[in-house]
C-alpha cells in the first residue's frame, strides 16, 4: 500500500497473488479449471491492469508465471477503469490530486495504468483476444466511483472485441453490495449471480445450491442504515 508502494508495485503483488493460486490451487483442493479473477473499486482497477498486463506479456512471448487461459472470467465490482477522467472526481472527494498522482506515478502513470485507455492501443489488439470473459458490475448510487466509469469501459471492451458485460444495480452505493447486503442475509442478487455463474455447467452444485438454506442476518438494520449515513463512500 501507498506510501511503501506505488502503483506499479500494487498490480505485481496482484499478479504474483494469481500466480500463487494458478499454481498451487490443486495442493489447496481447489478445481484448476475454476478459477475466477475478482476485485472491488481500487481492486477491481488494479486487478484488470494485472490482467491486461499479463495479456501483453503472453502476447508478445515473454517469460510468465501464469496464462491467461488458466482465467475462466474477470469480475470487476464498482470499478473505476480510466484514471484520467476520474483524477478530478477523486479530488472533489478528498483524494487530493496531489496524493493521487504520486500513488498513481504521475501524468503519465495515470494513462499508463487506465485499462479504458489501455485496451485502445491498437499495438496490443492480440492482447486484447486473450482476455476472457469481463462481466463489470456496479450500482447506480455509487458516488465514490460513478457507475458510468463501467458503462464506459464495457463499451470500450466491445468496441475492441473483448466480451463483456455490464451489471447494473438500482439504487445501490459503493459498498452495498459487497458489505451492507451480506451482513442483511436473506437474498443476495450479486451472490446468487456469481454463484449461478460458475456453477452454470455443474448440475450437482446448482442442485446443493438449490438447497442451501437461507442465508442468515449478521447486523440489525438499523445499525447498517447508520454506517450508511456516516460512511465516506
Not at 483524477?87 to 498522482?101: A, C, K, M, T
Amino acid at each position: 500500500n501507498f506510501p511503501q508502494g506505488t502503483i506499479s508495485d500494487m498490480v505485481n503483488d496482484v499478479s504474483q497473488g494469481i500466480a500463487f493460486i494458478c499454481n498451487n490451487i490443486i495442493e489447496f483442493g481447489g478445481d484448476p479449471n475454476k478459477i475466477y479473477l475478482m476485485g472491488q473499486s481500487a481492486g477491481a482497477h488494479v486487478s484488470a491492469c494485472a490482467l491486461l498486463q499479463q495479456a501483453v506479456k503472453e502476447s508478445r512471448g515473454e517469460s510468465i508465471s501464469w496464462s491467461m487461459s488458466q482465467i475462466n472470467a474477470y469480475f470487476g465490482l464498482s470499478g473505476g477503469y480510466n484514471l484520467l477522467k476520474l483524477v478530478d472526481h477523486f479530488h472533489g472527494r478528498g483524494l487530493y490530486r496531489s496524493i493521487f498522482l504520486s500513488i498513481m506515478e504521475g501524468e503519465k502513470g495515470m494513462e499508463q495504468f487506465s485499462p479504458e485507455i489501455i485496451v485502445q492501443n491498437p499495438g496490443i489488439s492480440s492482447a486484447v483476444s486473450l482476455l476472457p470473459r469481463i462481466i463489470l458490475f456496479h450500482g447506480t448510487s455509487d458516488y465514490s466511483i460513478p457507475s458510468h466509469a463501467s458503462k464506459i469501459f464495457v463499451n470500450t471492451l466491445r468496441k475492441v472485441g473483448a466480451q463483456a458485460d455490464l451489471i447494473l444495480y438500482d439504487g445501490k452505493t459503493h459498498t452495498d453490495l459487497f458489505l451492507q447486503d451480506p451482513l442483511r442475509g436473506g437474498k443476495d442478487e450479486l451472490f446468487d449471480y456469481l454463484i449461478g455463474f460458475i456453477h452454470a455447467n455443474d448440475k450437482e452444485a446448482l442442485a446443493k445450491d438449490a438447497m442451501a438454506p437461507p442465508r442468515r442476518r449478521f447486523v440489525p438494520e438499523i445499525l447498517l442504515r447508520l454506517a450508511g449515513k456516516v460512511s465516506p463512500f
